[in-house]
T-cell receptor, first 117, second 112 residues
Framework: DVKVTQSSRYLVKRTGEKVFLECVQDMDHENMFWYRQDPGLGLRLIYF???????EKGDIPEGYSVSREKKERFSLILESASTNQTSMYLC????????????????FGPGTRLTVL | QKEVEQDPGPLSVPEGAIVSLNCTYS??????FMWYRQYSRKGPELLMYTYSSGNKEDGRFTAQVDKSSKYISLFIRDSQPSDSATYLC????????????FGTGTRLKVLA
């Protein structure tokens, strides 16, 4: 079974703090993703990475950065947390298809509920 | 207009009912269609994955894709209280793309 783990289930931080969210997958997947989920807005892609040290901006990258130093680990960084970043953060991973031409199904971690005060 | 539309519910049904959950979409390039189930305060888990049009069945769950109408459905037979969750549809254009587009989710409550 694919396992995606996230470092914290619940996190409370103060405005202006630097926040690190960690994600680890154990299936040797090439692709990893960070989403945020808000009521009425669904899942929105923040960043994704298709290889070590490679990253691509998603739909809402502003205020976030990412790091992928090892294949199994993908970190989301909030440089200076703000109250509008209070949300559920979800990490996902997937592999490329056997033909190497598309990404396979995305598997999600349990999520980190971040509250910024 | 959103690329993917999904009624947020909530949808309440009695135990044993057949449930129909639906999404419509506007992008004719979508070829891969997924349904995820998300329990409260948990991450989404993959339920069904279909390619192009047609039906796919897995136990009590049936996924249906009608590309001509840009409409997908998830049917749950003999619904159970444990099926109470939010159901998310997701779509992608397939080869050469990483991006999933998600619906906002439909909250389902199955009453015992």
């Amino acid at each position: 079974d694919v396992k995606v783990t996230q470092s914290s289930r619940y996190l409370v931080k103060r405005t202006g703090e630097k926040v690190f969210l960690e994600c680890v997958q154990d299936m040797d997947h090439e692709n990893m993703f960070w989403y945020r989920q808000d009521p009425g807005l669904g899942l929105r892609l923040i960043y994704f990475s298709y290889d070590v040290k490679m990253k691509e901006k998603g739909d809402i990258p502003e205020g976030y950065s990412v790091s992928r130093e090892k294949k199994e680990r993908f970190s989301l960084i909030l440089e200076s947390a703000s109250t509008n970043q209070t949300s559920m953060y979800l990490c996902a991973s997937s592999s490329f298809s056997s033909q190497g031409t598309s990404t396979d199904t995305q598997y999600f971690g349990p999520g980190t509920r971040l509250t910024v005060l | 207009q959103k690329e993917v539309e999904q009624d947020p519910g909530p949808l309440s049904v009695p135990e044993g009912a057949i449930v129909s959950l639906n999404c419509t979409y506007s992008n004719s390039a979508f070829q891969y269609f997924m349904w995820y189930r998300q329990y409260s305060r948990k991450g989404p888990e993959l339920l069904m994955y279909t390619y192009s049009s047609g039906n796919k069945e897995d136990g009590r769950f049936t996924a249906q894709v009608d590309k001509s109408s840009k409409y997908i459905s998830l049917f749950i037979r003999d619904s159970q209280p444990s099926d109470s969750a939010t159901y998310l549809c997701a779509m992608s254009a397939g080869p050469g793309t990483y991006k999933y587009i998600f619906g906002t989710g439909t909250r389902l409550k199955v009453l015992a």
